[in-house]
């Protein structure tokens, strides 16, 4: 008899290391993919919403739509795919679990720091169509994988708006300000590709480097609208002068608007301070939608099918 892979197997520091191991791609953007499984952890656990406990990093819908054609997630199927191999050597760890370790590891490989992170999350499947009727009580809704809700796309922030959306999108989650000027700060990495967001450039002309220099160069350069020569792209910010960084609208509102100003002045004078901010924010970030005792649960549930548990 065959038994399938269990989460109880899994040694999660073995695959933490195997993580490590896949960053540097020398043909991938700047040479690492650790930014863009950071990207994929943020909006794996960034759909939550603390009002009906939907959305969140447990259950990986992201595999199936309608979250996986969000626009905003364009690109994150390439994130996914990198991960494959470790998932196939790991079988025991559910999506969920490896794409939220990816991203604490990719922080810490980075130079960022340590990002509390604990296993437990589960996959939850596409809905059978013989499961009973949806509960709308959040308890019962949570605690089973396959009746948990599946949310419609536009939950993750749009680039293209303002610092009233940035408040509207992050306290849905649960986060303050502060909160959201930490996060943010994960734009010292990684850059925009104009066939995934539309998006072009860099943040920082270390892109592989986890540090404070976002707030840095969002303070200290002179930012213009880029005037697209060739084609209309999307409203973002140029560094003026010969150097070519760019910003994101909700980048600029960080500097523009007064409370989110001053934490933008703190971490780029503190960078023990912002690092301290942002692994205690991302830690919790990856925790949103996260039912510990699932797995039991999910034993119980009266419709569950008989298939092996990915
Ligand atoms: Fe971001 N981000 N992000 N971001 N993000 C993009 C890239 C990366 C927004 C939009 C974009 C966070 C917050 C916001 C990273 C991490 C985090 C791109 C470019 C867009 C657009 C995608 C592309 O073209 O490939 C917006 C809007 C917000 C916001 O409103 C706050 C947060 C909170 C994080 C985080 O990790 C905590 C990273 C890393 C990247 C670089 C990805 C890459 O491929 O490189």
């Known amino acids: 008899m065959t038994s399938s892979p269990s989460s109880d197997t899994v040694n999660y520091a073995l695959v933490a290391q195997d993580i490590r191991a896949i960053l540097p791609r020398p043909s991938y953007d700047n040479g690492n993919i650790g930014p863009i499984l950071i990207r994929l952890a943020?909006?794996?656990?960034?759909?939550?919403?603390?009002?009906?406990?939907?959305?969140?990093?447990?259950?990986?819908?992201?595999?199936?739509?309608?979250?996986?054609?969000?626009?905003?997630?364009?690109?994150?199927?390439?994130?996914?795919?990198?991960?494959?191999p470790i998932k196939l050597k790991h079988p025991g760890i559910s999506y969920a679990d490896l794409w939220t370790l990816a991203g604490a590891v990719s922080v810490e490989a980075l130079g960022g720091p340590r990002i509390p992170w604990k296993h437990g999350r589960t996959d939850s499947m596409p809905m059978?169509?013989?499961?009973?009727?949806?509960?709308?009580?959040?308890?019962?809704?949570?605690?089973?994988?396959?009746?948990?809700?599946?949310?419609?796309?536009?939950?993750?922030?749009?680039?293209?708006?303002?610092?009233?959306?940035?408040?509207?999108?992050?306290?849905?989650?649960?986060?303050?300000?502060?909160?959201?000027?930490?996060?943010?700060g994960a734009h010292s990495l990684g850059m925009c590709h104009t066939d995934r967001s539309g998006y072009d450039g860099v943040w920082t002309h270390y892109p592989n480097e986890f540090s404070n220099r976002f707030y840095q160069v969002l303070l200290d350069l002179k930012w213009k609208k880029r005037d697209w020569d060739d084609w209309t792209g999307p409203e973002q910010y140029m560094e003026e002068g010969p150097e070519q960084l760019m910003m994101l609208p909700t980048d600029m509102a960080l500097l523009w608007d007064p409370h989110f100003k001053k934490y933008v002045q703190v971490y780029a004078r503190d960078q023990d301070l912002f690092f301290a901010d942002f692994a205690d924010a991302f830690g919790r970030l990856l925790e949103l939608g996260v039912v510990r005792d699932g797995r039991e649960v999910a034993a119980s549930c009266p419709a569950r099918p008989k298939v092996v548990f990915v």
């Not at 009727?133 to 949570?142: A, G, L, R, V, Y």
């Open 128 to 184: 059978p169509e013989h499961h009973p009727p949806i509960s709308t009580s959040t308890n019962s809704t949570q605690k089973c994988p396959f009746t948990r809700p599946v949310p419609a796309n536009g939950r993750l922030p749009d680039a293209a708006l303002d610092a009233t959306h940035l408040r509207v999108i992050f306290y849905r989650m649960g986060f303050s300000d502060r909160d959201i000027v930490a996060l943010s």
């Open 42 to 84: 943020w909006h794996s656990a960034g759909t939550y919403s603390k009002l009906d406990g939907t959305g969140g990093s447990n259950g990986a819908t992201m595999r199936f739509e309608p979250e996986s054609s969000d626009a905003a997630n364009a690109g994150l199927d390439v994130a996914r795919g990198f991960l494959e």
